[in-house]
């Protein structure tokens, strides 16, 4: 009898120790799930993926200055994603909406908040990105329609024009696009209406290869890039001299220069034959002052400028697409394919001693 009562409590000890540290073991199980799931919620921003955002100000695509952009995100123009690459920076912005400034063209933009002068200048930016969607409709006798800038340098003084645009530009139902860059004259005298941009291919088309009616296309570029195919470019401005670096796997490199403080365009008879064809006759026959941009504070930019408003090819045909932006409704837009998306990987940005605040900029276009 003893033996069984001594056996039972030895089962009865050994049970209870048992479940001691079996709800141990499912107490610690359930804190690690606990802290997993938070760990697996913490949001990634974009600082983290590209840590230089305390050199930028953010533009987003309602026309809104969200200011340094550090732990900063919003779900409908600048957030994180992420696939078999790593992590990436998404910008977005509809055809339609609320814009900044003086532009007709929303955009999830960065704006550097430093400025540098061209004939000092020290000043370097680069970055690697793919374009994952271009608007969907658009006029195609229109050079801007279907088309995103996703990098600039930009005055911030007296008429700010943009020495360097660099444009991703794609057509429906084609699988390739072209990259090309544009150097917008800075115009002499204090009438900026007869301004001008010229524009130089980099794979594919330039901006001046356009469709023979509202919806017939060029031919797809051999050598272009599509959608979510991954390029980089450099952009450098040195005493006085911008050099361009394009680079794309399965592509040739692409290198150019432009002298920034001495002009080319000074005379009627420089004006070149792309311009003669697209901006004389809508009347931008402009020339541009000697001294091109000396002595103006400039700044990059870098993000997705959507170049395809809603505005009647009537109003100028170059820039104006006539696409869809369903009254601004963003979700509408986003929903059929009405926007343009940009997501970066990398980017890097190396300001020269000589920079000053950008301040009078944003004080202007805010």
């Not at 000092?120 to 800038?149: E, I, P, Q, Y």
């Not at 450098?236 to 399965?250: P, Q, R």
Request: glycine letters at 8%; charged letters at 25%; aromatic letters at 12%.
């Amino acid at each position: 009898m003893k033996t069984q009562i001594s056996t039972s409590l030895s089962t009865f000890l050994a049970l209870g120790v048992f479940l001691l540290l079996s709800s141990c073991f499912d107490t610690d199980k359930k804190e690690s799930k606990k802290e997993t799931q938070i760990e697996e919620q913490k949001t990634v921003y974009a600082s983290d993926v590209i840590p230089f955002f305390d050199q930028w100000k953010l533009i987003l695509g309602d026309g809104s200055n969200a200011g340094i952009a550090t732990d900063f995100e919003n779900k409908d123009f600048f957030y994180t994603t992420n696939d078999s690459a790593g992590n990436w920076v998404v910008f977005k912005a509809p055809n339609g909406g609320d814009t900044h400034g003086t532009s007709n063209n929303t955009r999830t933009e960065l704006a550097q908040t430093k400025k540098w002068f061209p004939k000092t200048a020290n000043d370097k930016l680069t970055a690697t990105l793919k374009v994952m969607n271009v608007s969907a409709t658009g006029d195609a006798r229109v050079a801007a329609s279907h088309a995103v800038v996703v990098g600039q340098i930009h005055s911030a003084d007296k008429h700010e024009n943009e020495p360097l645009k660099i444009f991703y530009k794609k057509y429906p139902g084609q699988t390739k696009g072209s990259v090309f860059w544009h150097y917008e004259i800075n115009t002499a005298g204090d009438d900026n209406s007869g301004r001008w941009d010229y524009s130089s291919a980099v794979w594919g088309n330039d901006f001046s290869v356009v469709g023979t009616d509202e919806n017939t296309y060029p031919e797809e570029p051999k050598d272009g890039i599509a959608l979510g195919e991954e390029f980089s470019y450099e952009i450098e401005v040195k005493d006085g001299i911008m050099s361009l670096t394009f680079i794309s796997e399965g592509h040739e490199t692409k290198t150019f220069t432009k002298n920034l403080i001495e002009s080319e365009y000074t005379t009627k008879a420089d004006i070149p034959e792309q311009t003669q064809k697209l901006f004389v006759p809508i009347g931008q026959d402009g020339v541009e002052r000697k001294a091109a941009y000396t002595g103006e504070g400039c700044f990059f930019k870098l993000g997705a400028y959507n170049q395809t408003n809603g505005k009647s090819p009537e109003t100028n045909k170059n820039w104006c697409s006539g696409a869809e932006t369903h009254g601004g409704d963003i979700k509408k837009q986003y929903a059929d394919g009405n926007y343009a998306e940009v997501w970066f990987k990398t980017g890097s940005i190396s300001v020269s001693d000589a920079a000053v605040s950008n301040d009078g900029y944003f004080a202007k276009n805010d």
